[in-house]
């Protein structure tokens, strides 16, 4: 499996960015999705993560009311909408895949990670 992220960019704090993860491979739909970023000096953490039929998400406290995960499992296309943007949110954000497990929370729990992608968000 091959995830592609991609939609970073530079914003001013704010605004909104929508952020995608392509997969190829074996069937997206079996995944369960993750969101994660890493900013500078900090440890990678948990942003969001979509169960296979979307009908279920799950979301770090920080952004929550401000952003939104989805899937569209025909496009095998993950997206997370990030809106009201602040500079604690620049990071690189990974998207990953996970074949089974229950904690989406961590990192350990997925078995795929795309590339990253960078957000920057300036004051």
């Known amino acids: 499996v091959q995830l592609q992220a991609s939609g970073g960019g530079l914003v001013q704090a704010g605004g909104s960015l929508r952020l995608s993860c392509a997969a190829s491979?074996?069937?997206?739909?079996?995944?369960?999705m993750g969101w994660f970023r890493r900013a500078p000096g900090k440890e990678r953490e948990f942003v969001a993560a979509?169960?296979?039929?979307?009908?279920?998400?799950y979301y770090t406290d920080s952004v929550k009311g401000r952003s939104a995960i989805s899937r569209d499992n025909a496009k095998n296309t993950v997206y997370l909408q990030m809106s009201s943007l602040k500079p604690e949110d620049t990071a690189v954000y990974y998207c990953?895949?996970?074949?089974?497990?229950?904690?989406?929370?961590?990192?350990?729990?997925?078995?795929?990670w795309g590339q990253g992608t960078l957000v920057t968000v300036s004051s």
């Open positions: 979509i169960r296979r039929g979307g009908s279920s998400t």
């Open positions: 990953a895949a996970a074949i089974s497990g229950v904690n989406w929370r961590e990192s350990a729990t997925y078995d795929y």
């Open positions: 491979g074996r069937a997206f739909s079996t995944f369960v």
